[in-house]
Every structure is written in structure tokens, then in C-alpha cells.
T-cell receptor, first 113, second 112 residues
Framework: GQQVMQIPQYQHVQEGEDFTTYCNSS?????IQWYKQRPGGHPVFLIQLVKSGEVKKQKRLTFQFGEAKKNSSLHITATQTTDVGTYFC?????????????FGRGTSLIVHP | EAQVTQNPRYLITVTGKKLTVTCSQNMNHEYMSWYRQDPGLGLRQIYY???????DKGDVPEGYKVSRKEKRNFPLILESPSPNQTSLYFCASSPEGNYGYTFGSGTRLTVV
């Protein structure tokens, strides 16, 4: 079945440094979703990208969807301690005429003050 | 407030004792899904439902059952829990399978 691979698994940064996590799929995706899970919390939906080559920004977060719609990235500029958490990408796979998201294993971001 | 509500938040049980984790959403969402989260393995889908009375297996369905008799509720049933089902469980819902999901706060289950 479809797999969504995410790297790196962990990333330590000093506060103020940039951070990037990458998501790769074995198949073409109709869209890619990104979620953030704070320590001890639940995943929270951040954004969805649909178009080939699409770039969206949310303050210091920049999300990109690859031209072939098989990969995506999340870049955080000048990390802050509030960015700590695990970031998941999710790509839908077709099932019974609908689409159900398959999640990557996530990238845990640790920000050192 | 739009939300997905799971109960209980924490549960410790013994092997073989049937249990149910409830999940309810108040957003009139069509899609609901159960995930388990284990260290290093991310979120793995157990079961999902596309509508009332329509459910299907996810990636790790063994040992679990679900039902969708009403649109708002999607309980997860463990008929005979085993220690390898000790995990953090999340229920989630979405207006359509292709849209972002809203997650519940999670249920931490320990089976001894």
C-alpha cells in the first residue's frame, strides 16, 4: 500500500535556527496535509496543499508541495520554543471511492533556548 | 465549540476484560477514524468510517472492533485486550476523507 516517509525523525536546533522536515510518497498524492502535535497533546491540523508546486505560508512556517505531487516540505524560519512538537504529514490514499489519510511517522522538533 | 470528545482519557485494565472507548463529534462530519500512536511508529490507522453503517479496516485492525450507528459516534471496542494494545489512541473526524481531520484529546490505555 501507499507509504508516506518522513525525515528526519528527530531534529535538535538552537532557538533562532531554521528547521525543515521532508515528506515523500511512493505514489502521486491528490493533496498533502500537515499536522502539529505538542508534547502531551493531540495532532492539530495546520494546512492542506493541493496544487502541484504549491507554496503556502503561515507566519514563520512555509509549506511546499512538489511539482510531481510526491513530496512536500515544511520549513520553519527562526525557530522559537513554542515550535516544539512533532510535525506529521499525511497523504490520502484511495479507498472505496474516497480518500483516507496515511500519516508519516513524524519529525520531532526540539528547540534549545 | 466544535470538537471531538473521547472518553476516558486514561484507562488501566487487565488482559481479556472487554472495554469500549467512546468518541463523539459535534461537527456533523461524515468521516471518522481511529488511530493508535506508539513511540517511533507515528499514527497508525485502526479503522475508519465514511458514513453511518460504513466502516473499513485500516492498517492495524486486529483485536479491535468499531461501529457507526449514528453519525456523531464512533466507539472503539476491544473485545479481549492484550498488553500489546497498550498505546495512545486518537479518534478523529473530517467533513470528507480528503480534508483535514480534527482530533480528540486521546485515550491512554494500559493493559496489564
Amino acid at each position: 500500500g501507499q507509504q508516506v516517509m518522513q525525515i528526519p525523525q528527530y531534529q535538535h536546533v538552537q532557538e533562532g535556527e531554521d528547521f525543515t522536515t521532508y515528506c515523500n510518497s511512493s505514489t502521486t498524492l491528490s493533496n498533502i496535509q500537515w499536522y502539529k502535535q505538542r508534547p502531551g497533546g493531540h495532532p492539530v491540523f495546520l494546512i492542506q496543499l493541493v496544487k502541484s508546486g504549491e507554496v503556502k505560508k503561515q507566519k514563520r512556517l512555509t509549506f511546499q508541495f512538489g511539482e510531481a505531487k510526491k513530496n512536500s516540505s515544511l520549513h520553519i524560519t527562526a525557530t522559537q520554543t513554542t515550535d516544539v512538537g512533532t510535525y506529521f504529514c499525511a497523504g490520502p490514499h484511495a479507498s472505496g471511492g474516497s480518500y483516507i489519510p496515511t500519516f508519516g511517522r513524524g519529525t520531532s522538533l526540539i528547540v534549545h533556548p | 465549540e466544535a470538537q471531538v470528545t473521547q472518553n476516558p482519557r486514561y484507562l488501566i485494565t487487565v488482559t481479556g476484560k472487554k472495554l469500549t472507548v467512546t468518541c463523539s463529534q459535534n461537527m456533523n462530519h461524515e468521516y471518522m477514524s481511529w488511530y493508535r500512536q506508539d513511540p517511533g511508529l507515528g499514527l497508525r490507522q485502526i479503522y475508519y468510517s465514511m458514513n453511518v453503517e460504513v466502516t473499513d479496516k485500516g492498517d492495524v485492525p486486529e483485536g479491535y472492533k468499531v461501529s457507526r450507528k449514528e453519525k456523531r459516534n464512533f466507539p472503539l471496542i476491544l473485545e479481549s485486550p492484550s498488553p500489546n494494545q497498550t498505546s495512545l489512541y486518537f479518534c478523529a473526524s473530517s467533513p470528507e476523507g480528503n480534508y483535514g481531520y480534527t482530533f480528540g484529546s486521546g485515550t491512554r490505555l494500559t493493559v496489564v
